[in-house]
């Protein structure tokens, strides 16, 4: 009963902020500093959140999957980190100057949240993860990170890593394992853990920490962070964009269409 409540408390604050449907997804039409400043808000109201940071392909895989669709139930906000996703939402009128990128959402976040916000890390490399507090902590050394799991971890470790995070009580979880894999955690997961905000933010934690380049400015602005990435790491990525880029367009005009109709 509690869950269900909050759930729907979500829903309605959602709604004061705009909630413009795309492909079956609700995004949420936001801005960085006003969704950190929502985040607060969260933490003071108590109760698990579980917010994505969505690309084209997590809208794509809602509409096109059924099994990703059931799993990302759990998940009380998606924000447009995609500039594809930005021009669909203002042809509806949203007016959004950018996107909320996940990278940049992360860093500007942690970095507005310093103590007494507590922040606990889940996903990618050691390596990665001790980078990514170095680099945070030098800009910002009051924020507070008091806990981390590397991201590769077997089945049998995840219940003490749901231990620890209810006995650090931290008020964000910030979870960088990639799509769907972090979205599956945040399914089994997400009602047991006690309070907190969960982002799914994925390559976050390796453009944070340095550990790989993010695209240029003049490529995202253009919507080809995913061409940039494809580049970089073409057997991991190049069929996944392909698949799920054409599945994005063709959803959208097959949509139109049916409208038109």
Known sequence: MANRSITSLAAANVKSMRVIDILGTPLTATSYDEFTKYCH???????????????????????HELKFREITKQFDFFLPDGMPLIWCLNRKGAHLPDRVYGPKFMHRCMLRSPGPYTHYLLGASRD???RLQQRLLAQQPALRIIGSHIGYFQPEEEEGIIQEINSLSPDFIWIGMGTPKQQAWVHRYKLRIRRGVLFAVGFAFDVNAGTKKDAPQWMQRLGLTWMFRTLSEPRRLLGRYLKYNTLFLFYLIADALFRRR
């Open 128 to 130: 990665c993860l001790d």
């Open 41 to 63: 808000e969260l933490v003071e109201r108590g109760g698990p959140w579980a917010v994505d940071l969505s690309n084209t392909q997590v809208v794509t895989m809602r509409r």
